[in-house]
DNA sequence: CCACGCATAGGGAACGTTCCCATACTATTT
DNA sequence: AAATAGTATGGGAACGTTCCCTATGCGTGG
């Protein structure tokens, strides 16, 4: 036995009007008489009657659906990305499909074959750290499917995006180690295949460059955000006959693991060796020392990306722009490079 | 200029044959021609085209989409949930819809109806702390679709349930606090309307209870997850003219900022007062001290609240069934209830 | 009294797919 | 050689909605 769904049709029937009628009571359609009107409205909501927005979305060619790719859940920025970007798209009237890359291309590429196959109006991406190449994303430009890269973007493509000032953010906690009186500091850096992981290493050369500070490449481990990787490179610089005393790291996680390896070696944080992250994860204020880092405004990423999706879909595709959105970052000092620890 | 989509009527007709021989190349239907189904595959490639899901879900009245409903990302749990369950539901081909209702009611119902609208195959729903009537969700189960809560479940309706064992870990933790010398343990309460809550103050009394310490009903403070209302419950605590030597928090978020207060007043956490949480976040072992807590399994969580929804799914709903499956938890304990602290 | 305008209502195509049924053709069996 | 079985193909309904087009009925002005 199996369940009928409601539909206008059922409605049209019981009242004796046609489904044509029907709709345009239920659509607020002006040519409709008044007491056929609340007849059919009364008896739709005693019916329980949803409409079917499949059968709409195929209709319209419209799915009022974003789709969101991200690489993942684990720390707190890409869930506190998306809870901007619900918030936005909910008061549109548009459905969210999240999916994560888990930081895998293959991945990625069949989250954005679900996304095409859902029909979804528009796209926001955050790309994985493996993504080099964009064939799949690229199809939805083809398609006239508008779409919008945050936080980690590609450049090859002519699109909106919504990043931070990486470079300058990195800058500034580099200059503030140096400030504190910092010679020899190291870079944890990120994928270098990632934009992000680039600029914030552009950051750290330019602070360096700016005080005259030489650069040794000893100092500069590449790491691809994997904990047995960055505390095998955090060994490796404690283990130099010189060791850094200042450390800047791509992102909080890595920082966080950083301190880790440094306490268990029992060097002083920040006496011994300053330390400084990037993103300013929630948890960063918790860890012990607390985590010097450059914080990023996660709501405005969410909601930028969010209403320039949103422009993007309302025009045509011969009118679509592609102005990248670069917002700024706040340092924000703890106690990972502060020496006088206040109780 | 309307963007043309390319469907199989499209194929059909530059190939000279139908529709319906075209759908079964694509479907991997047996009784189709080699040559006929090579010719089909490679100009579908070759056009990028790509099934319509749409379409497919009007027609087979099913949308291979699993919506989920939780309160609230900004904090660890649930993002880590949502994570089991995305990686089950795209094992098993299914998108998954994410809305969050911020611990709202009205947003709760809205997103259900949105649910609704958008078909959905299955449901799972954590409540917020606002829901006390089920009307949306009854919905769902007269029209037939499965329905599963997890974590803060609805009592009233006969759907299957995950939940952990809220009151024995509850216990556990407050009898740890009573092994370790505590005598005046107080406890931060979270809502009574959430099964959770009653649970967890539960588990506390039977602690009391079997070391026959009498429960001083000043020490119990009903909080409802804000950080003023946490605030000040805390401070009213450490104002007594006895203060509790032991505290046990509803979750994590609660017990750290339970943490900060204590702190700032000068209070020594063991030694003057042990603090005790639950759910384990991410940040939990982080903050200084480290926070003992009962961890609850997660991704299990995750893993049989949608298997039991696909089981649901795979079933008629006059063979639904409502068992309600509870999970163990496990004490973890750390320096906020340890008071010899190793480097 | 008839033509006309206007308001309301109904019929039916369209959206892109699947799947049942019918048809044409080929191969097998008696 | 004819009947039969089987195979590949095409036609068309169905899913639930919107919207264009047409039909009906009514009142009004010439």
Redesign the interface.
Known sequence: ?K?H?ITIVDIAKQLNTSKSTVSRALTGHPKVSPEKRKAILDLAHKL?Y??????L??VK?K?N?IGVIVP???N?FF??V??AV?KIA?QNGY??????SDECYETEV?NA??M????VDGLLVSISKQTTDFEHFK?FE???IPLVFFNRICNEMQVPKIIVDDRHGAFQAVEHLIKIGKKRIAHLAGPQCLLIGQNRMNGYLDAMKKYDIPVDEELIKVCDLTVPVIKDSVNALMDMKQPPDGLFAFNDPTA?EAIRVVKSRGFKIPDDIAIAGFSNE??SS???PSLTTVAQPIDEIGRCATNALFEQMKRD??EWKAVTNVLNTELIIRNSTLSDIKP
């Open positions: 036995m369940h769904q329980d949803q409409k079917n927005l499949i059968a979305s195929l060619r799915t659906t993942e859940f684990s707190s869930p506190h998306v809870m619900q909910s459905s969210v499909i999240i999916s994560q069949e074959r679900v095409l196959a859902n029909h199809v083809r398609k006239g966080i929630y948890v918790f860890v012990e595709v011969s």
